[in-house]
């Protein structure tokens, strides 16, 4: 186990990562960064369901140009991507991002890296320092056995912690990733245990909604649980909401969270009698803009219903063109099935005045 408050306090726009704050939700824009619309839109919509801090794809300069465009319409910190050209990374800064991404192996020389190194001290903007395993040096490949491993990526990592460190400048954050789980599990045990910055944790190239969540929630679950971890990203192959969700409900699943209506459903059997997986799904986005922090359950069977439901702080249980309403495993009112989801809401948006 280890602790995460020890952490270095690392200041990225008005937020801070690291010490005592909470672990924040990052995610990534997949619009072209040029586009500022789009970007600014996406962004937007990224910040109403729960994302703290953003990340854009800066590959040419009109990209890095946009960036002080897109600052003055969105409200969380601002990331750019940069990849191999420097000029690039100085741009950024330039126009206002409030941190850059960076592999300092693909930047080129070190005098190319200490330029971008300079312009982020001169604007107080952090680094955070990036390696994937697929961008494994080939010498450290060699020095493992011939394959990428966990100890070749910590030490490529810390090898440009440690570089910047030279060139006078201490403000960042450090991200390993892989897409093999247990690597990057045990990458970030080593590397928690050897350093005091902190940590962007998640799982790279994790895959598609089901494949990537499962990855995801293993990998981060394991490392978060353990204390590893400041700020994470749910790398999904979809739409980039999608990562907030899951994001929010590993935290909340791992007691780091608080806040929101938390759904739990049973798993349909032959005593179904409703369409159980619709209502549950319309439940999960109803609640979405509902501010309780409370349980509530899905149930398909009135016989086992209340029972089952008895946790949750209240529960609806459908049965054959009825449904009931259940607070704590009490049945306190029965409606027909087509008013089951609207008297559920009516519940909801009243609780506080009927548990004041």
């Excluded at 952090?126 to 990526?153: C, M, Q, W």
Aim: hydrophobic share 40%; aromatic share 2%.
């Amino acid at each position: 186990m280890f602790d995460r408050t020890k952490a270095k306090v690392i200041r990225i726009g008005d937020r801070c990562i690291g010490g005592d704050y909470p672990i924040a939700i990052q995610s990534m824009c997949n619009t072209k960064t040029e586009d500022v619309k789009a970007t600014v839109a996406q962004i937007l919509a990224l910040e109403a369901a729960g994302c703290e801090i953003i990340r854009v794809a800066v590959p040419t300069m009109e990209a890095a140009e946009a960036i002080t465009e897109i600052k003055k319409q969105i409200h969380i910190p601002l990331v750019a991507d940069i990849h191999f050209d420097y000029r690039l990374a100085i741009a950024a800064i330039e126009h206002g991002v409030d941190k850059i991404r960076i592999n300092p192996g693909n930047i080129g020389s070190v005098d190319r890296v200490k330029a971008v190194v300079d312009k982020a001290k001169a604007y107080h903007v952090p680094i955070r320092v990036g390696v994937n395993s697929g961008s494994l040096e080939k010498d450290l490949i060699a020095k493992y056995g011939g394959h990428v491993t966990a100890e070749g990526i910590v030490e490529s990592a810390l090898d440009k912690v440690h570089l910047i460190e030279d060139l006078g400048y201490d403000q960042m954050v450090i991200s390993i990733k892989s897409s093999d789980v247990m690597m990057c599990v045990k990458a970030h045990e080593l590397i928690a245990a050897k350093t005091d910055y902190p940590l962007h944790v998640g799982i790279t190239e994790s895959g598609t909604l089901i494949s990537g969540n499962i990855k995801s929630a293993v990998g981060l679950g394991i490392m978060l649980n353990e204390g590893v971890g400041h700020t994470i990203r749910v790398s999904l192959t979809g739409d980039p909401l999608e990562e907030i969700k899951s994001a929010k409900l590993i935290l909340k699943t791992l007691g780091l969270r608080k806040g929101g209506i938390e759904v739990v459903s049973c798993p349909t059997c032959g005593r179904t009698r409703i369409d159980l997986i619709g209502l549950a799904n319309k439940v999960e986005t109803m609640v979405q803009d509902i501010p309780l922090d409370i349980k509530v359950a899905v149930m398909g069977c009135v016989v086992n219903g209340p029972g089952e439901a008895k946790e949750a702080d209240i529960g609806i249980a459908g049965g054959k063109g009825e449904g009931l309403l259940i607070r704590k495993g009490e049945v306190v009112k029965k409606v027909p099935e087509s008013e089951l989801l609207d008297a559920l809401r009516e519940e909801l948006l009243h609780w506080n005045e009927i548990h004041a």
